[in-house]
């Protein structure tokens, strides 16, 4: 796992404030990220992991500025950009795109314990049955999933995620979600997710921040997760409403929040 630190991250697209001095600093955790279309979540992550140039503030990545892509930091898109003629395992293995070749990926020639991290991947995901199968004949939350395990075969030590249930049924979000909490769980991972719905969010995360027009707004724990927090945050919710308490997939009970926006 790792410490990310943001310190007064600004980045503007001429005229417009994309992210205006945001800090905050996230160490051992499953954060997720709240907000609205345009609130600045994917331009976050995209600085984070070296895709977007910041105007000025810093990022550190225990304790080292993060400049440019980094192997240590995985994203997990909500296009899962997965190669749709090949297997499973195959798309895994491009996870070490860092370490070689796409011809030596496609070709299995990576060492043995690339290979493995593959397979092991894949296991925590749920798919090691299928790891030979088509990704173009999974549905969309398998393929997601595979895109989890591609990120994990990178070992990072920090991975982001930017709207990765966007696509998806509700049923298979939550798969999806719980998959990716048990993979950033098992693998000791720091995960940073973006969402837009709250109610998955407040199931999965251990933190929660808001982003609303660029700027971080809040900075809570599940207990603090308020409806009337989200309601400031969203402005135009049209119903919220706090359900009794429900059971994740690991047992542990948490609060669950109802939201249509």
Known sequence: MSTLTIENLTKEYGDVTALEDVSFEIDDEFVVLLGESGAGKSTLLRCVNGLTEPTSGDIYLDGEAISGSQPEVGMIFQQHNLVEGISAYLNALTGSLADTSTAESLFQ????????RALDALETVGLLDEAHQRVSEMSGGQQQRVGIARGLVQNPSLVLA????ASLDPSSAESVMGYLKKAATVHEVTALVSLHQVNIAAHFGDRFLGLREGRLMFDVGPDELTP???DDLYGSV???ALAATDTDQTGEEKQRLEVEV
């Open 109 to 116: 020639r990576q060492d043995r314990e690339t290979k493995t």
């Open 238 to 240: 049209e119903t919220v």
């Open 162 to 165: 930017d709207e990765p249930v």
């Open 228 to 230: 009337a927090l989200v």
